[in-house]
C-alpha cells in the first residue's frame, strides 16, 4: 500500500507499517486537540471483507466510536481523503473531528460477555412478547423459529435502566430525532435472535449496521440484501467483524437462492428481516453505539499506553463509571413458551393465540427449515471436498451399517429369550 510520493507530495514520514506475519495492517490514529495517537488497527482483509468503499466505512466507524463528525485524512490535518475510492494506498490514517468538536466516546466496557437469556430475567415476557409482536415468529437473520431465539438486548440488560438513557441522552445531539427510551427493557432496544447468534453479539465478533446513516449507504458495504417490505429504504444488516470461521466467498458466490443462516454461516452479513409490526424498530443511536463499542474491542491498537486511550479510560471514568449497577431480579421461571396441544388448524379454523400461531406457522415451515438444513449439510460437505456421490455412497454405507446392528441387537434377544425358556423349562 505505502509506496513513494504521491502526486508530487512529500511522503508523510509518520510512525512504521504495521504488520502481523504477512497480514496488513491498517492504522488509525484519532487526531484530537491537537494531539495524534494510535487508535485502531485493522487487518486490510478485514475491510476489505466488510466494505466496499473502505473511507466511507472507516469514517463511520470512526464516528460511531468517538461520537463526532470528522475526516479521515493520510495526513495529520491533510485534506479528506476521496471517500469515492474503493481501494487505499496508505496503510496510515487520520481522523480528525469537524471544527472544535468534543468526542462522546463509547464505553469501552459497555460490552458484556455473559448472555442474559430472556428466560431468565424479571419483566422478561412483556419485553420477548414486545420483541416477537414487532419481529415476527422468527429469528431475524437466520429465520431458525422463536421457540429456539432470545429476545436479545442490544444494550445488555445488565447495564440497567440508568445506563441505556445516559448513552441516548449524551448521543441525542448526534441524531435527530432522537429516540424516547423508557428503560433496558424498551423493545427498541431489543432484536429476536437464534441463541446462536446471540452468542456472537456481546464479544464484538458480530454487530448490528443501520444504512444509511453518517457516512455509509447501503451501497457502500459487503451485505446480503433480504426484502424487508414496507422499511427496504433503511438497512439493518449484521455484520460479522471477525473473520468467521466457516468463511467461503466461493461458495457464497456459487450457491443461488441461498438461505440466510447458511450464508451466515458461509460468512455474508445478513440484512435482518423484520417481519411482524416493524413498529418501535432499533434506532440508530442505539445500534451506532453498540457498533462502536464492538469495533473498539475487536480492532483497539496495541499501543494502548498513549494520549487517546487514556481519554477513553478518563471518558469511561467520568460518564460512565458511576452509574449504579442494578441488582440481579429474581426470575419468575416462565420460559415464555407454552405447550399446545396438537390441533389441526385451517382457513376455517385459524390459529388465535401468539402459541397458537408460532406452533402453526412453525409446522408449516418444517419443510423449509428441513431444506435449509439439508442445503447446509451439503455447503459443509462441499468445504470438506466431499462430492455429493461420495456423500450418497456414505450415506448408504451408513444405512447398512444401521441396519446389520439391528439385526444383529434382534438376533440377540431372539436367542437371550430361547436359552431362558429352556432354562424356565427345566
Known amino acids: ?52 468503499h473502505p473511507f466511507r466505512w472507516l469514517q463511520y466507524v470512526m464516528f460511531s466510536i468517538c461520537g463526532a463528525y470528522g475526516n479521515l485524512s493520510a495526513m495529520p490535518d491533510g485534506p479528506p481523503v476521496n471517500y469515492d475510492c474503493t ?42 412478547e414486545d420483541v416477537i409482536h414487532r419481529d415476527g415468529l ?66 464484538g465478533e458480530v454487530a448490528f449496521l443501520k444504512t444509511p446513516n453518517y457516512g455509509l449507504n447501503p451501497t457502500d458495504i459487503q451485505r446480503l440484501e433480504v426484502n424487508q417490505g414496507p422499511t427496504s429504504g433503511d438497512h439493518i ?66 499501543q494502548a499506553d498513549n494520549e487517546v486511550h487514556n481519554m477513553m479510560k478518563s471518558y469511561h471514568k467520568e460518564h460512565y463509571a458511576d452509574i449504579p449497577v442494578p441488582p440481579c431480579r429474581p426470575s419468575n421461571n416462565d420460559n415464555g413458551s407454552s405447550k399446545e396441544q396438537d390441533h389441526a388448524y385451517g382457513p376455517d379454523d385459524p390459529p388465535t393465540t401468539l402459541p397458537q400461531q408460532r406452533c402453526y406457522i412453525f409446522t408449516r415451515r418444517g419443510d423449509t427449515m428441513a431444506k435449509t438444513m439439508d442445503e447446509l449439510n451439503s455447503v459443509l460437505m462441499h468445504l470438506q471436498g466431499i462430492t455429493p456421490q461420495e456423500a450418497a455412497n456414505r450415506r448408504e454405507k451408513q444405512l447398512k451399517e444401521e441396519e446389520q446392528k439391528a439385526q444383529e441387537a434382534s438376533q440377540s434377544k431372539v436367542i437371550e429369550w430361547m436359552k431362558t425358556s429352556i432354562d424356565t423349562s427345566d
Not at 508530487?8 to 507499517?17: K, R
Not at 504488520?19 to 486490510?44: A, C, E, K, R, W
Not at 472544535?100 to 415476557?125: A, E, M, P, R, W
Request: aromatic share 10%; net charge negative.
Open 1 to 52: 500500500m505505502r509506496g513513494g510520493a504521491r502526486g508530487g507530495e512529500p511522503e508523510w514520514m509518520g510512525p512504521s507499517v504495521t504488520s502481523l506475519s504477512s497480514t496488513i495492517m491498517v492504522d488509525i490514529y484519532l487526531n484530537v486537540h491537537g494531539s495524534q495517537g494510535p487508535f485502531l488497527t485493522i487487518p486490510d482483509s478485514d475491510i476489505q471483507r466488510l466494505a466496499i
Open 87 to 128: 481501494s487505499m494506498v496508505d496503510n496510515i490514517y487520520y481522523y480528525n473531528p469537524l471544527g472544535d468538536s468534543d468526542c462522546i466516546f463509547v464505553d469501552y466496557k459497555g460490552s458484556n460477555d455473559q448472555i442474559t437469556s430472556s428466560s431468565l430475567t424479571d419483566h422478561h415476557y412483556n419485553f420477548r
Open 138 to 203: 422468527f429469528c431475524v437473520i437466520t429465520q431458525h423459529p422463536a421457540e429456539h431465539c432470545d429476545a436479545t438486548h442490544l444494550i445488555p440488560r445488565s447495564k440497567g435502566d440508568e445506563y441505556i438513557k445516559k448513552v441516548v441522552q449524551d448521543h441525542s445531539p448526534l441524531y435527530h430525532p432522537s429516540p424516547s427510551i423508557s428503560g433496558i427493557d424498551d423493545v427498541q432496544n431489543g432484536v429476536l435472535l437464534w441463541k446462536g447468534v446471540h452468542s456472537f453479539l456481546f464479544t
Open 237 to 302: 444488516t449484521l455484520q460479522q467483524l471477525k473473520k468467521p470461521i466457516a468463511d467461503n466467498p466461493a461458495a457464497l458466490a456459487t450457491i443461488t437462492n441461498i438461505h440466510p443462516c447458511v450464508a451466515f454461516i458461509l460468512g455474508a452479513h445478513v440484512d435482518a428481516q423484520f417481519q411482524g409490526t416493524e413498529i418501535s424498530l432499533p434506532p440508530a443511536v442505539i445500534l451506532d453505539y453498540m457498533y462502536g463499542v464492538a469495533a473498539y474491542k475487536c480492532w483497539r491498537s496495541s
